[in-house]
């Protein structure tokens, strides 16, 4: 994949994943696409890089987020 | 070991708040998001992790409900599982299913497909039965290891670490075994977009009740659905001597 591509999909993954955002959803896809367009300039393939990496972990928190919400919710549920 | 069976269950979403239906018949499902049993996901997270361990050659997830429990078997296939099979069975029919019924398609399910192994969810959140492991078991007449924490192969079977109260208990199994898995067994995968748009590659082998042969005739009738109680207010007390009064009063001193 490009790296361009690769922003792309990135983007989307971001996009879907914060469709589901307990807080709100709406201010979050929105401050994600307002943090991709503040970059959208930017030219140096080692600094999109970079980029791309944190948009990464970014990800990966976010699904971890999500996963620890949701053990918390059933801990509480039926255990506590 | 080659097959593991898992069984996903299309449930009212955590998050959401349930509310009961004014004539207490159930509860209210209709425009209310829906997910995957949480505990089924874990269920489903093990039988991948066993097939990424080459412990297992396959995985089929088995969900039983209306057309939409197919998007809930998508997203079995996208965290990894082969092939899903959906049992349609909608509206009263639905409603009026019980667990003893779901395991004995299961049983079926687990012979006609000749899988080895079948983990569950230890029970589903919206009428949280945890019956269906268990009667699958006794259906099939194999071993079971319920509420799994921990599950380790070992020499032609299965070590399990089970959850019990206050503390955890070591069992080994044969093969052929039913499992089903507790809340600390894993932390499941998440279904990401592109997982699941490659999940709707893979195959969904769509079944009716009659197809599976099971009665389905309900065994016990819900009289009523209703609430818990609400929390009453709490009041403020203006000093120690009348908080002591108060106490005697409701006899807690």
Redesign the interface.
């Known amino acids: 994949m490009s790296q361009k591509n690769r922003v792309i ?1 990135l983007y ?2 971001l996009q ?2 914060l469709k589901e955002y ?1 807080a709100d959803a709406k201010k979050m896809q929105i401050g994600c696409k307002k943090a991709f367009l503040r970059n959208k300039d930017e030219t140096d393939p080692k600094k999109i890089e970079e980029m791309i990496e944190k948009g990464e972990y970014v990800k990966k928190e976010i ?1 971890t987020l ?2 620890l ?3 918390r ?3 509480k ?3 506590d | 070991m080659s097959r593991v069976l898992v069984g996903v269950k299309r449930v009212i979403d ?2 959401v708040k349930i509310r009961v239906k004014p004539d207490k018949t159930g509860v209210v499902t209709e425009g209310v998001k829906h997910s995957m049993n ?2 089924d996901e874990i269920a489903v997270e093990e039988a991948v992790k066993m097939k990424e361990k080459k412990l297992a050659t396959e995985v089929i997830a088995l969900s039983v409900g209306p057309a939409q429990s197919q998007e809930t078997l998508r997203t079995a296939l996208a965290m990894g599982v082969d092939r899903g099979i959906h049992i349609e069975i909608s509206g009263k029919d639905y409603e009026m299913l019980q667990p003893l019924h779901i395991s004995k398609m299961f049983a079926k399910i687990a012979q006609d497909e000749k899988c080895d192994l079948i983990i569950l969810g230890k029970q589903a ?1 919206d009428d949280d039965s945890n019956q269906t492991a268990q009667m699958t078991a006794a259906c099939l007449d194999w071993p079971q290891a319920v509420f799994a924490s921990a599950i380790e192969k070992a020499d032609n079977g299965l070590k399990v670490v089970r959850e019990i109260d206050g503390g955890l208990e070591t069992i080994t199994t044969k093969l052929p075994a039913v499992i089903s898995a507790d ?1 600390r067994l894993n ?2 995968r ?1 279904a ?3 997982n699941i748009m490659k999940a709707k590659k893979k195959p969904i082998k769509k079944l009716t009740v009659a197809d599976v042969g099971v009665d389905i005739k309900p065994r016990y009738e819900v009289v009523s659905v209703e609430d818990p109680p609400v929390r009453q207010a709490g009041s403020i007390i203006p000093d120690v001597d009348t908080l002591v009064s108060k106490l005697k009063e409701l006899g807690h001193v």
Request: no cysteine; hydrophobic share 35%.
């Open positions: 999909a989307k993954n879907y994943l307990p699904e999500y996963a919400k949701k053990y919710a059933m801990k549920r039926y255990y | 955590y998050a949480p505990f959140i809340l932390i499941p998440y990401t977009l592109p």
